[in-house]
C-alpha cells in the first residue's frame, strides 16, 4: 500500500481546522443592532423569575406556619378548636381537622412544585440555557423540556391542586353552601378538560 506524503496529511488537517474555524465564524457572528436588542429583550424576564424565588420563600414560611398548627392538635383540644374554627369546620373532629391541615400542607408542597417547573423550565425555555447537562442533580423533566411540554406539565400541576381543593372542600361540606361545591366541581372539570385540550394538541403539532 502506498503512504500518502506527509504534507498531504498536514493540508487536510488545515482545511479541516479552516473549515471549523468559519463554521464557528458563522454560527457566532454578532447580530445587527436590533435583531441584538430584541434578542437580549428575554433578560428582562429575569426580575420575574427572581420574584418567584422570593415567592417560593414565602411559601416555605407558610409551610412553617401550617405545621406549627398541626402538631399542638395533638394535644392541646384549645388548639384544635381554634384550627376547626380557622378551616371552617362545624364538626370539631380530630380526623378530620388534621386532615385537612395536612391537605393544606400538600397543597403548599404542590404550589412550590409548580413555582419550580416555571423558575427552571421557563428560564431554561425562554431565557438562557442553564447547562446542567450532567449534573448529579439535574431534573429528570428539564432534559426534553419545551414550551408544549411545559403547558402540559403546568396544567397537570394545576389539576393536582384542584383536586386537593376540592377534596378540601368536600371534607368540610357541611359549611358549604350547595352552590360554592357546585361552582368548584365545574372549574375543577375545567382544568381538567383544559389539561386535555393542551395535550392532544401538543400531540397534534408533534
Do not use: C
Amino acid at each position: 500500500n502506498d503512504k500518502a506524503p506527509p504534507h498531504s496529511h498536514s493540508k487536510a488537517s488545515a482545511h479541516s481546522v479552516d473549515a471549523h474555524d468559519s463554521i464557528s465564524v458563522e454560527a457566532f457572528r454578532p447580530l445587527r443592532p436590533m435583531p441584538a436588542m430584541i434578542f437580549a429583550s428575554r433578560w428582562l424576564q429575569v426580575p420575574l423569575y427572581l420574584g418567584l424565588i422570593v415567592a417560593q420563600a414565602v411559601y416555605v414560611v407558610l409551610f412553617i406556619q401550617e405545621l406549627m398548627h398541626l402538631v399542638p392538635i395533638l394535644w392541646d383540644p384549645n388548639a384544635l378548636a381554634a384550627t376547626a374554627s380557622t378551616l371552617g369546620v362545624e364538626k370539631v373532629s380530630k380526623e378530620i381537622v388534621v386532615m385537612l391541615v395536612v391537605l393544606s400542607l400538600i397543597d403548599v408542597v404542590m404550589i412550590s412544585n409548580l413555582l419550580i417547573m416555571v423558575i427552571i423550565g421557563g428560564y431554561e425555555t425562554f431565557v438562557s440555557r442553564l447547562d446542567l447537562e450532567g449534573h448529579p442533580d439535574q431534573p429528570e423533566w428539564l432534559s426534553h423540556v419545551n414550551a408544549n411540554i411545559l403547558k402540559v406539565k403546568l396544567a397537570t400541576a394545576i389539576i393536582g391542586i384542584s383536586s386537593i381543593h376540592l377534596l378540601k372542600t368536600f371534607i368540610s361540606a357541611d359549611a358549604m353552601s350547595d352552590k360554592a361545591l357546585l361552582l368548584q366541581t365545574i372549574i375543577h372539570v375545567t382544568f381538567i378538560l383544559s389539561a386535555i385540550s393542551i395535550a392532544y394538541i401538543d400531540r397534534l403539532l408533534n
